[in-house]
């Protein structure tokens, strides 16, 4: 009887231990064959990996590193609804290509004028930029920048299909998390989770999550990448290191009627302002480290007059305002030089011999290519080619390392009339009734440059080109001739700060979307500086009538210049 009991008891036992064998083939089994493991139960608490290992903090010895790295492998498919939705919103197909956009996981994101002359300088600068302004359009009535460049609808796909649609997308997903979340487990530090790639370049700041392991350690987790980081959200800062360059200096590369310091003005506080991006770093600007940046390059910067302030600003920046008996004019090396009766040449181009660097300047207001109808005829309307860009960039392009672009003020009836500007496409007289409209040929003529600039990167690669937003006016109870001005003196009375994502020049923005070609996006951070312009306090004033266009220097378009140097 006691033997018969014991000889059951160890009957039991052994079907047991084949159960628990047999069960632990086939959890394995699960665990292994990807086909199976969809017919598993949901996880349950007990098996969900803790707050630690998400957050890549290092984990006790208990946990199979082998059952770890697959509970990261299957992490996307175990977050919630809405981090789920969140990331189909942000799948969005290529116009250009009708595919789904490519998330780059690993990429860190961190572009003959005719020519009129004047009295003064300073007045032809004005009427360069006024004259006919009484009657503007809108440029805000623009046509949809899709019906014109005949781009294809934007539409959205939920992330299986994109996956399904390009299947590398999953693939290098996979590898990339592989690789952090292996870099967690050993104990290192998870700086960044997801990078995704904007379309629009640059467009949108870093959102940051603070983690605390058991042991209270602050760990500081990146969920989505700084994407180049939003330069344009920020807000200003008063900064004794401010401004790069004396007012009263800087006579060799500074026109006088932009130098406030030698006008009547008695309030300077505007010089001492200096822009601090949100969740960006922005490098302390130096000369010897830009010159250095651009050792052997050149750089180009091409639009209207608020382009030239910009050149004259960068000058004075890099030079720190100093005379300098070593920089060469090279202008002639561009055809930059003064035509007989012209008030001054295209452009200017100098060259810092210590490191061959080039910063160059090229006059175009609308940034299309004028051509005289009538060649033998001096009073001849001059055809405004919206769909080329100026001759003196596709000439010189190869020559360019960084190109600068704006427009914008130019935009306007009265202008066109003044010039004698006549509107072509294709290379005949406009008939499109939506380009006709000025917005319609402002927005048509950007889209158009951008999208030859992006065409020929692929055939500079060393190439970086940056399309400017267009600077605001500051015009208060009128305009520049019926008794406009700017009188106000004290700093950042209309705010500080600019919380936006969303650029405040949309057309520049829309343009540059989807293309290689970066947005300089200085609109909104200058829209709080009112303070910061000639106004009154000309050199050669005229009775009731302020500039409120253009900007005294030292001032704001240091701080473009500063958010181009962050950007190379």
Not at 455 to 482: C, E, M, V, Y
Request: net charge negative; hydrophobic share 30%.
């Amino acid at each position: 009887m006691k033997g018969g009991f014991y000889g059951l008891r160890g009957k039991q036992i052994s079907l047991t231990l084949i159960a628990l064998i047999c069960t632990s083939i086939v959890i394995w089994a699960w665990d292994k064959t990807p086909l199976l493991a969809t017919f598993l139960p949901p996880q349950s608490q007990l098996l969900k990996p803790s707050p630690e290992i998400i957050m890549g903090v290092p984990v006790t010895n208990s946990i199979s590193s082998k059952r770890d790295i697959h509970v990261k492998e299957d992490l996307t498919h175990a977050v919630s609804e809405e981090s789920r939705m969140e990331q189909e919103n942000k799948s969005v197909v290529d116009p250009a290509k009708n595919t789904p956009d490519k998330i780059d996981i690993k990429e860190k994101i961190p572009i003959v004028e005719q020519k009129g002359s004047g009295p003064s300088e300073e007045q032809e600068e004005l009427k360069e930029e006024h004259d006919g302004d009484t009657n503007t359009e809108t440029v805000e009535k623009t046509p949809d920048s899709e019906t014109l460049m005949g781009s294809k609808t934007t539409t959205s796909h939920d992330s299986d299909s994109e996956k399904d649609a390009n299947p590398t997308i999953d693939h290098e997903e996979k590898k990339e998390e592989e690789k952090i979340f292996k870099e967690g487990l050993s104990g290192e530090t998870l700086t960044e989770l997801v990078d995704e790639k904007s379309d629009s370049g640059a467009q949108m700041g870093s959102e940051n999550i603070t983690s605390y392991n058991p042991e209270h350690t602050n760990t500081t987790i990146n969920l989505k990448e700084k994407k180049a980081c939003n330069y344009a959200k920020g807000k200003w800062i008063e900064d004794s290191t401010r401004p790069l360059y004396s007012g009263f200096g800087c006579k060799q590369w500074l026109s006088e009627m932009w130098a406030c310091r030698l006008t009547q003005r008695t309030d300077f506080s505007y010089e001492s302002f200096r822009w601090h991006p949100k969740n960006c770093e922005m490098p302390d600007f130096q000369g010897s480290s830009f010159l250095k940046r651009m050792q052997d390059e050149t750089i180009a910067i091409i639009g209207d007059s608020l382009g030239r302030q910009q050149f004259q600003s960068l000058m004075c920046m890099v030079t720190g305002g100093k005379q300098r008996s070593d920089v060469l004019d090279v202008g002639r090396e561009f055809g930059l030089v003064k035509a007989h009766g012209a008030a001054r040449p295209d452009g200017w181009a100098y060259r810092f011999p210590s490191t061959n660097t080039t910063i160059l300047y090229y006059w175009s207001a609308s940034l299309s290519d004028l051509e005289p109808i009538n060649r033998t005829n001096p009073a001849t309307d001059w055809a405004m080619h919206l769909d080329r860009p100026p001759a003196f960039l596709r000439h010189y392009l190869h020559r360019f390392d960084v190109v600068v672009l704006n427009t914008g003020h130019h935009w306007n009836r009265g202008k066109l009339k003044a010039n004698r500007w006549v509107m072509y496409v294709g290379g005949v007289p406009n008939t499109n009734r939506k380009i006709a409209e000025i917005g319609g040929a402002k927005n048509f003529t950007i889209h158009s440059i951008v999208k030859w600039l992006d065409s020929q990167l692929p055939k500079h690669p060393k190439l970086k080109a940056f399309f400017r937003t267009i600077s605001p006016r500051h015009f208060f109870h009128g305009d520049w001739n019926s008794g406009g001005s700017c009188d106000n003196t004290t700093p950042l009375a209309g705010g500080k700060e600019v919380s936006q994502d969303e650029s405040s020049d949309p057309g520049a923005a829309g343009a540059v979307k989807g293309t290689r070609v970066k947005l300089l996006d200085i609109t909104a951070l200058s829209q709080l500086r009112d303070e910061g312009h000639i106004s009154r306090y000309s050199i050669k004033a005229t009775p009731g009538v302020q500039d409120c266009l253009h900007w005294c220097l030292p001032g704001v378009p240091d701080t473009w210049n500063e958010l181009l140097f962050a950007q190379l």
